[in-house]
């Protein structure tokens, strides 16, 4: 059996945002270990799909579900497949939607997976270990400039430049922890607390794993995909993510929706929002630092 490291974050706030229900059907969209999926599961007699596209989370959930039967099923996908995997299981829309958006600590932990600069190992960052695209591809064959705008774009390094073109000069790569260490050189130790290739890396998983094309197709699927009364909970870690959801959030609420002369709302208006949580500054998951989650109630469909 596979041992899945990962504390879930904000666990008793995902529950109450999503209120689970008796005979009330729920998508985790992002399963990891199954630590969101167990709570919800627990909390009433409900059902659960889990989603994933690594297989080795999926492998380590269904165990870990086991004892829910059939209350639970765990599909190999990507989330911005929703729409196709609930018409799979013959469901039009659910009572919830939940998304733990990123990496799990099993991912980046496991040196073969090729995320982390901790350790050696290949480079890889894929989730889906499947997929087309990896790091090592992005690594050695992207040219100096596709590279320093994904490390510029979604790393927020400023250095990012500087760094495209070490990286473009050490080819070829095959070591994720000699990246990280030749990254580190060009950024410098800083004042940060943080490890100084980690903004680049980020750059780099999000690029690999479409991460925020992936976020935006979701949230836009989600509004079909509610019942009336239905909740969205989204946690996020970062704030290029968090953006999206806010706007996403807010518009879908009507709040920057134009009115026409008499005031009235021109567009549909389909979530109603709750406060935003953050973790407690007591949360011994140091992974909670930077989670924030935000959540929304789906309007009675016209
Ligand atoms: C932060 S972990 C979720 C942890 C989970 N909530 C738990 O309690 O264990 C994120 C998981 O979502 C998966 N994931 C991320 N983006 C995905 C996507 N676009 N489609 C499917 N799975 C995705 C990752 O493979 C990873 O296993």
Redesign the pocket.
Known sequence: MIVFD?M?VLLDEVVAALRPGDSQVFV?????????SAAILAAADCRVIG????PT?LEAARARLASFGDRFIAVR????ELAAVLADAGLDRVDGILA?????SH?LDTADRGFSFRKSGPIDMR?DPDADLSAFTLVNDWPEAHLADVIKRYGEERHARRVARAIVAGRPWSDIAELGAAIAKVVGRGKGRIHPATRSFQGIRIAV?D?LG?LETLLAASINCLAADGRLAIITFHSLEDRIVKRFMVESAGKNLPRDAYGNLIGPVHLSLSKPVTPADSDPNPRARSARLRAARRLPWN
Not at 28 to 36: A, E, F, Q, V
Not at 51 to 54: C, G
Not at 77 to 80: L, M, Q
């Open positions: 990962h879930p985790d969209c992002t399963l990891g270990g199954g630590g969101h989603i994933d596209r690594d989370a996908a990507s989330f911005s733990d958006i990123g990496v799990s991912q989730m794993n991460e992936e």
